[in-house]
């Protein structure tokens, strides 16, 4: 495995892999890697016949007051995980790498940025989109492989692959879930055992909203209203809405095709987020996933 930090070093490697027509896949992560992202790996190695995982706390997706500082890292830890699953190259750049002095372009995701998480976060899909759009002109993975728990940042990022033609396919896989429900996320290391048993109210109210669906409900205020009962042990309720899984458009009266029912919220100082799809579908998180290299 290859450990990576400049931008043409990086660039050469890859230059050569392509040459020899080898199909390359990106995961892009901040680090602090669980198995959220080891099932993100998996799934590149599986497709892909080079890996390159990065590690980068962009710090352009977190705003003043967030938790960029305390952000966890374990760069021995996630080397021996991507070691272990056969990772051919980290890329982990210093910030200078990512953004030279003088840097002032970024890629603006609009309306869609500032629903849901945006609201709470200003300027954070802006960060995303344009750390993303950097990694994939830098790489030009032919794959990118992204976590349904992140749903809204998995809707922008399509669109904007798909606004910005960049030739790349995503790929979205399933939440992963610890026994209890908890969706992985590096911020669950934040939670004392008493926070971590509270915050399982989210992954209840998200299964309960599930079966509902299932046993044919469809009205949206009748989903949400269940929900938000079952959401009381969160310090801080930020949202629970029903929205398009594609577009992000808020869901009022029926529900439609393919559809995500979203919460946020704080236990104490650490923020969560978690989503379930609500979808006839078999595998309704294929159908986030953009097929094909957009024309
Ligand atoms: O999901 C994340 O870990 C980050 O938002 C990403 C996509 C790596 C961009 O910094």
Redesign the pocket.
């Known amino acids: 495995m290859r450990l990576i930090r400049s931008i043409p070093e990086l660039r050469v490697l890859l230059k050569t892999m392509k040459g020899r027509g080898e199909r390359v896949g990106l995961v892009?992560?901040?680090g602090y890697l669980h198995s959220g992202h080891e099932a993100l790996i998996r799934q590149c190695r599986s497709r892909c016949d080079y890996v390159v995982v990065?590690v980068?706390i962009?710090p352009l997706?977190f705003g003043p007051n967030e938790d960029f500082h305390r952000y966890p890292h374990d760069l021995d830890r996630d080397q021996t995980l991507c070691l272990e699953h056969g990772v051919e190259i980290m890329f982990m750049p210093e910030p200078k790498e990512m953004y030279s002095t003088g840097f002032s372009t970024f890629v603006d995701p609009g309306s869609m940025g500032n629903v849901l998480c945006g609201s709470y976060r200003q300027g954070h899909f802006r960060g995303?989109t344009t750390?993303?759009a950097k990694l994939l002109n830098t790489i030009q993975p032919d794959l990118a492989f992204?976590?349904q728990k992140?749903l809204q940042?998995s809707a922008i990022i399509r669109r904007m692959v798909w606004d910005l033609n960049i030739p790349v396919e995503l790929v979205v896989i399933p939440t992963v879930r610890d026994d209890d429900g908890l969706a992985l996320s590096s911020r669950n290391s934040f939670l004392s055992p008493e926070e971590r048993c509270r915050a399982l109210c989210i992954s209840k109210a998200l299964f309960e909203a599930e079966s509902a669906f299932r046993g044919g409900v469809r009205l949206a205020s009748e989903i949400i209203n269940s929900a938000k009962n079952l959401l009381t042990e969160l310090d801080e309720l930020q949202y629970c809405e029903l929205v398009d899984a594609l577009t992000l458009d808020s869901i009022e009266g029926q529900i439609g095709r393919l559809v995500g029912l979203c919460v946020a919220g704080k236990i104490g100082n650490t923020r969560l987020i978690d989503n379930v799809l609500l979808s006839e579908a078999d595998d309704p998180t294929r159908q986030l996933s953009l097929v094909g290299i957009p024309e």
């Open positions: 892009p992560t901040m990065s980068f962009n997706q995303v750390v993303v992204f976590g992140d940042q």
